[in-house]
């Protein structure tokens, strides 16, 4: 398929359907009505079915039924609605069923606004519902990138019978880039000899997240636990920019990545070895990416569109080595250069170069 | 001849049973299951008509019906 | 001689966790033999609920799935679009159906989502330990009514088969009782009917089915069955409150 | 290009999402600011960011009326503005942005004063985007969108474009496949859109070429 102008929340859509979804269930919210609005249309075209539901909270419940029952099926919203959806979630993830969830991020908290922003980072990456349960969490910083990463996160998915979300920032889901679909490379995915399709010549599956047993219940997530351990050993992924030789390591992801680039280079024009560190899965969370830098590094600055979330991480990840410095905008105001590159200057202006 | 089977051990002693046989002829057994309930049993099985009133109320499927 | 009356192959022969005398017993068992009788065990669906019986995944013989507390309907839409082939039905208490779950209970019937709907009324939490439930009568004590329900404090217990049967969607609805033998017989015929009507594609069927507590209750199962017929049906007249032939 | 035919006139600027649309009313808008007043109605009711008002400073710095409703710019609200009735109403000439697809469903309340004003309606094309890859899907779409905008289309804007990634062969790719529609449908092709690097390798195209100078992508992001 040749290249296409898209916008990112009807790319999702493509990616979807391009990668076998064939089900979404969902429910409007600004910034990611494209989203439902381009299903609605293309699903019927390709035998699949699309249902606005009467909620957030029924919508990811059609999910859990739809997965459990052996389908590929999506849904997305936004902040408040993903807030809704957080019952379903932890069922989801605490069943084990494979769907991919899709958040455009808006301003919080509350109904807030609806320009871009990062402060679900928490949310995303430290369960969001009640229980000891993770998502397998993407930070997409382009369109084409999104694109890439939700072919590939309905097999994800499947690999490890886990709920996978893709954290867009409402930019993502607004703005057009161009974008071509290209199959992911392939994993080897065990047959859902668990799921809900009608207990013909075998015994009776059970969909389940309910356990009596305390010790049971432990069991089990000690049981989700070695699985998010495996996403941690082998699904780490990242983007190292300007870092061989770098004093200043910028972290930063998603649609601020691409902002904390250009001051990397305008910061580099004014001889200050600057780098970004770009984290593409948020979890698991890109530490190894740490131990890559060189020993150069002096400080670490880590800019989000939220009040500072991300950068929790970045220390655990820094773990004391250097100073781990923040500069954020939140409630849907997006970080200019000028004032990241003001915030690098100030923390590089007292190191000896 | 109609007779019906109890399943003692499934039996949970809540008479039920006992309210809609037209025959009167279920009683709860002084002995107890291993669950600890009083169970339903018949007397006089000869009196049994086989009308199912019995296993069609009870709650937890302890009843047999032969015809 | 020949067996005229044992367990269903639908039901498993594990045992239940329901105290002595409560009815949810016989309506597994009638749900379990409208699946034997029209002979789609391999075929169907179960939906559990959260309440007592949230662990009816575990005594029907089929492939289940438990979902969030009020949200079977739209679990066992999701299945349903995925299998439009299968037999899918919830099993659901009055606190599940009636209350937390309203939104989803109303909606599914709006859409005529093609299920079946086994909504158990004991007007009252069970599982939780007794307190009051939207289907409560007016006056009755419960763990968090002490004094009994006051209508000017809480309003009224909803009748959710009146209710649902307003809906273009909802072609099957009807109100039964388990409380001795006529009506239990009738019951059954109700939850086969619908069955039938969803395996007809003919659309969104639910049984309300008036059923007892007597460990919440505080009374001997035998007293509970009375208390039933005295006091729910009053309140919740029994009868088909829609059939698939009505609808246009 | 000079565009004087528009003085005084209504001009309606639909196109199905992301073909263009505001990138095309906000250049033509600062193109033709200089002859005469100038009214540019932001009448997105669908997209929440990117929009006409997004360049307001701007627009006001050249003497342009942006109309919308200023107390609710951010808001996630349809709440036209009273304004825009007048402007309809009134002598000056005025550009019309409108949400795509669908949201041309907002012109139908103002299809009497549209009609009265005998405003022209050009539907903006970009052949890189989906469903308007081809002569086929273009009709399908000025019909859809003349349908809900209750105004027929007048002309075609050929806008193709892969952004950053434009080169002078998509333009062209899409000037022929524009053309095509537009001859088929029976309306004018009014002209092609590109960016000012290349309009040297541009100049030969039968049409009139639109040097589109701005762009509300955020410069910043790499």
Same mark, same amino acid.
């Given at each position: 398929?040749?290249?296409?102008?898209?916008?990112?929340?009807?790319?999702?859509?493509?990616?979807?359907?391009?990668?076998?979804?064939?089900?979404?269930?969902?429910?409007?919210?600004?910034?990611?009505?494209?989203?439902?609005?381009?299903?609605?249309?293309?699903?019927?075209?390709?035998?699949?079915?699309?249902?606005?539901?009467?909620?957030?909270?029924?919508?990811?419940?059609?999910?859990?039924?739809?997965?459990?029952?052996?389908?590929?099926?999506?849904?997305?919203?936004?902040?408040?609605?993903?807030?809704?959806?957080?019952?379903?979630?932890?069922?989801?993830?605490?069943?084990?069923?494979?769907?991919?969830?899709?958040?455009?991020?808006?301003?919080?908290?509350?109904?807030?606004?609806?320009?871009?922003?990062?402060?679900?980072?928490?949310?995303?990456?430290?369960?969001?519902?009640?229980?000891?349960?993770?998502?397998?969490?993407?930070?997409?910083?382009?369109?084409?990138?999104?694109?890439?990463?939700?072919?590939?996160?309905?097999?994800?998915?499947?690999?490890?019978?886990?709920?996978?979300?893709?954290?867009?920032?409402?930019?993502?889901?607004?703005?057009?880039?161009?974008?071509?679909?290209?199959?992911?490379?392939?994993?080897?995915?065990?047959?859902?000899?668990?799921?809900?399709?009608?207990?013909?010549?075998?015994?009776?599956?059970?969909?389940?997240?309910?356990?009596?047993?305390?010790?049971?219940?432990?069991?089990?997530?000690?049981?989700?636990?070695?699985?998010?351990?495996?996403?941690?050993?082998?699904?780490?992924?990242?983007?190292?920019?300007?870092?061989?030789?770098?004093?200043?390591?910028?972290?930063?992801?998603?649609?601020?990545?691409?902002?904390?680039?250009?001051?990397?280079?305008?910061?580099?024009?004014?001889?200050?070895?600057?780098?970004?560190?770009?984290?593409?899965?948020?979890?698991?969370?890109?530490?190894?990416?740490?131990?890559?830098?060189?020993?150069?590094?002096?400080?670490?600055?880590?800019?989000?569109?939220?009040?500072?979330?991300?950068?929790?991480?970045?220390?655990?990840?820094?773990?004391?080595?250097?100073?781990?410095?923040?500069?954020?905008?939140?409630?849907?105001?997006?970080?200019?250069?000028?004032?990241?590159?003001?915030?690098?200057?100030?923390?590089?202006?007292?190191?000896?170069? | 001849?109609?007779?019906?089977?109890?399943?003692?051990?499934?039996?949970?002693?809540?008479?039920?049973?006992?309210?809609?046989?037209?025959?009167?002829?279920?009683?709860?057994?002084?002995?107890?299951?291993?669950?600890?309930?009083?169970?339903?049993?018949?007397?006089?099985?000869?009196?049994?008509?086989?009308?199912?009133?019995?296993?069609?109320?009870?709650?937890?499927?302890?009843?047999?019906?032969?015809? | 001689?020949?067996?005229?009356?044992?367990?269903?192959?639908?039901?498993?022969?594990?045992?239940?966790?329901?105290?002595?005398?409560?009815?949810?017993?016989?309506?597994?068992?009638?749900?379990?033999?409208?699946?034997?009788?029209?002979?789609?065990?391999?075929?169907?669906?179960?939906?559990?609920?959260? $309440?007592?019986?949230? !662990? +009816?995944?575990?005594?029907?013989?089929?492939?289940?799935?438990? @979902? &969030?507390? /009020?949200?079977?309907?739209?679990?066992?839409?999701?299945?349903?679009?995925?299998?439009?082939?299968?037999?899918?039905?919830?099993?659901? $208490?009055?606190?599940? !159906? +009636?209350?937390?779950?309203?939104?989803?209970?109303?909606?599914? @019937? &709006?859409? /005529?989502?093609?299920?079946?709907?086994?909504?158990?009324?004991?007007?009252?939490?069970?599982?939780?330990?007794?307190?009051?439930?939207?289907?409560?009568?007016?006056?009755?004590?419960?763990?968090?009514?002490?004094?009994?329900?006051? @209508?000017?404090?809480?309003?009224?217990?909803?009748?959710?088969?009146?209710?649902?049967?307003?809906?273009?969607?909802?072609?099957?609805?009807?109100?039964?009782?388990?409380?001795?033998?006529?009506?239990?017989?009738?019951?059954?015929?109700?939850?086969?009917?619908?069955?039938?009507?969803?395996?007809?594609?003919?659309?969104?069927?639910?049984?309300?089915?008036?059923?007892?507590?007597?460990?919440?209750?505080?009374?001997?199962?035998?007293?509970?069955?009375?208390?039933?017929?005295?006091?729910?049906?009053?309140?919740?007249?029994?009868?088909?409150?829609?059939?698939?032939?009505?609808?246009? | 290009?000079?565009?004087?035919?528009?003085?005084?006139?209504?001009?309606?600027?639909?196109?199905?999402?992301?073909?263009?649309?505001?990138?095309?009313?906000?250049?033509?808008?600062?193109?033709?600011?200089?002859?005469?007043?100038?009214?540019?109605?932001?009448?997105?009711?669908?997209?929440?960011?990117?929009?006409?008002?997004?360049?307001?400073?701007?627009?006001?710095?050249?003497?342009?009326?942006?109309?919308?409703?200023?107390?609710?710019?951010?808001?996630?609200?349809?709440?036209?503005?009273?304004?825009?009735?007048?402007?309809?109403?009134?002598?000056?000439?005025?550009?019309?942005?409108?949400?795509?697809?669908?949201?041309?469903?907002?012109?139908?309340?103002?299809?009497?004063?549209?009609?009265?004003?005998?405003?022209?309606?050009?539907?903006?094309?970009?052949?890189?985007?989906?469903?308007?890859?081809?002569?086929?899907?273009?009709?399908?779409?000025?019909?859809?969108?003349?349908?809900?905008?209750?105004?027929?289309?007048?002309?075609?804007?050929?806008?193709?474009?892969?952004?950053?990634?434009?080169?002078?062969?998509?333009?062209?790719?899409?000037?022929?496949?524009?053309?095509?529609?537009?001859?088929?449908?029976?309306?004018?092709?009014?002209?092609?859109?590109?960016?000012?690097?290349?309009?040297?390798?541009?100049?030969?195209?039968?049409?009139?070429?639109?040097?589109?100078?701005?762009?509300?992508?955020?410069?910043?992001?790499?």
């Amino acid at each position: 398929m040749a290249k296409q102008l898209m916008k990112g929340n009807e790319a999702i859509g493509e990616a979807a359907i391009q990668a076998g979804c064939r089900y979404f269930f969902g429910y409007p919210i600004t910034p990611q009505n494209e989203v439902p609005e381009y299903m609605s249309r293309r699903l019927p075209e390709v035998g699949g079915v699309f249902l606005q539901a009467e909620s957030e909270v029924a919508a990811i419940n059609m999910v859990y039924g739809a997965a459990g029952a052996g389908a590929r099926v999506m849904t997305s919203s936004s902040s408040p609605g993903i807030s809704l959806k957080q019952e379903g979630i932890s069922y989801i993830a605490g069943s084990e069923l494979p769907c991919l969830i899709i958040n455009i991020i808006r301003g919080g908290p509350g109904l807030g606004g609806i320009q871009p922003a990062q402060s679900d980072y928490f949310q995303a990456t430290k369960g969001g519902g009640h229980g000891d349960y993770n998502l397998f969490v993407f930070a997409p910083a382009s369109i084409q990138e999104m694109v890439d990463l939700i072919m590939e996160s309905f097999d994800i998915a499947d690999y490890y019978r886990n709920p996978v979300m893709i954290l867009g920032d409402g930019t993502l889901g607004q703005m057009m880039e161009p974008v071509e679909f290209k199959a992911p490379k392939k994993r080897d995915l065990p047959p859902k000899d668990w799921a809900t399709t009608g207990c013909v010549g075998r015994e009776p599956n059970v969909i389940n997240s309910l356990s009596l047993v305390a010790e049971n219940l432990e069991r089990h997530n000690w049981r989700l636990q070695e699985k998010y351990k495996h996403m941690k050993e082998n699904e780490q992924r990242w983007e190292l920019y300007k870092t061989e030789d770098a004093e200043l390591v910028m972290v930063a992801y998603g649609t601020t990545a691409r902002i904390v680039k250009s001051v990397v280079n305008k910061l580099r024009e004014q001889g200050i070895k600057a780098g970004l560190l770009r984290p593409i899965t948020i979890f698991p969370y890109p530490v190894k990416a740490f131990a890559l830098l060189p020993e150069t590094v002096k400080a670490f600055l880590t800019v989000e569109m939220s009040a500072g979330q991300m950068v929790e991480d970045v220390r655990l990840a820094v773990n004391g080595k250097n100073p781990v410095h923040f500069c954020g905008r939140t409630g849907g105001v997006i970080p200019t250069p000028a004032e990241i590159t003001k915030v690098a200057m100030e923390i590089m202006g007292g190191e000896p170069r | 001849m109609p007779r019906v089977e109890f399943d003692r051990e499934r039996c949970k002693g809540c008479e039920l049973c006992v309210s809609v046989c037209p025959t009167k002829i279920i009683f709860m057994d002084e002995a107890i299951n291993k669950k600890g309930y009083k169970v339903a049993t018949v007397q006089e099985m000869d009196k049994c008509i086989g009308c199912a009133n019995c296993a069609r109320i009870c709650p937890d499927t302890v009843i047999k019906v032969y015809k | 001689m020949k067996v005229v009356f044992e367990r269903p192959t639908a039901l498993t022969d594990k045992q239940t966790h329901y105290c002595p005398g409560c009815t949810h017993g016989i309506i597994h068992r009638l749900v379990a033999e409208s699946i034997d009788e029209l002979e789609v065990r391999e075929k169907t669906i179960g939906v559990a609920s959260v $309440g007592c019986s949230v !662990l +009816a995944y575990d005594y029907f013989n089929l492939d289940m799935q438990q @979902a &969030a507390h /009020g949200r079977a309907p739209a679990v066992a839409t999701g299945i349903k679009r995925v299998h439009p082939d299968k037999v899918v039905f919830t099993y659901q $208490g009055d606190g599940d !159906l +009636a209350s937390i779950g309203m939104a989803e209970i109303v909606h599914a @019937a &709006a859409r /005529g989502e093609k299920i079946t709907v086994i909504f158990v009324n004991n007007t009252i939490y069970g599982m939780t330990g007794g307190q009051m439930a939207p289907t409560s009568l007016v006056g009755q004590k419960t763990t968090t009514s002490p004094l009994g329900r006051k @209508a000017e404090h809480c309003g009224y217990p909803i009748r959710m088969a009146e209710l649902l049967s307003t809906l273009q969607g909802a072609v099957s609805v009807a109100r039964v009782s388990v409380h001795d033998i006529p009506n239990i017989i009738k019951a059954k015929k109700a939850i086969k009917k619908a069955f039938e009507t969803q395996i007809k594609g003919e659309g969104f069927a639910i049984v309300e089915v008036l059923s007892t507590c007597p460990t919440n209750w505080g009374l001997p199962p035998l007293d509970a069955l009375k208390w039933l017929k005295e006091n729910m049906i009053p309140y919740y007249p029994l009868g088909e409150y829609r059939t698939p032939g009505e609808v246009k | 290009m000079k565009f004087t035919g528009l003085t005084g006139g209504k001009l309606v600027i639909v196109g199905a999402y992301g073909s263009g649309k505001t990138e095309f009313a906000l250049n033509l808008a600062l193109q033709i600011a200089d002859l005469g007043p100038l009214a540019l109605v932001d009448l997105d009711i669908v997209n929440p960011y990117f929009r006409s008002r997004d360049a307001t400073e701007l627009l006001e710095e050249r003497g342009v009326e942006v109309v919308y409703n200023r107390e609710f710019r951010d808001a996630d609200l349809p709440a036209l503005s009273a304004r825009t009735d007048a402007v309809l109403a009134g002598g000056d000439t005025t550009i019309l942005d409108v949400g795509g697809d669908d949201g041309a469903r907002v012109l139908g309340r103002y299809k009497p004063l549209l009609l009265r004003s005998r405003a022209q309606v050009w539907m903006v094309v970009n052949c890189f985007r989906p469903f308007t890859a081809d002569p086929e899907g273009i009709i399908a779409t000025a019909r859809r969108i003349g349908e809900k905008a209750g105004l027929p289309i007048t002309a075609l804007v050929n806008n193709s474009n892969l952004a950053r990634e434009t080169a002078a062969g998509h333009v062209r790719q899409g000037a022929s496949i524009v053309r095509a529609a537009a001859e088929r449908m029976g309306i004018p092709l009014v002209c092609h859109c590109c960016r000012p690097r290349l309009a040297d390798q541009l100049s030969d195209l039968e049409d009139e070429l639109f040097i589109m100078e701005l762009s509300l992508f955020p410069a910043d992001i790499t």
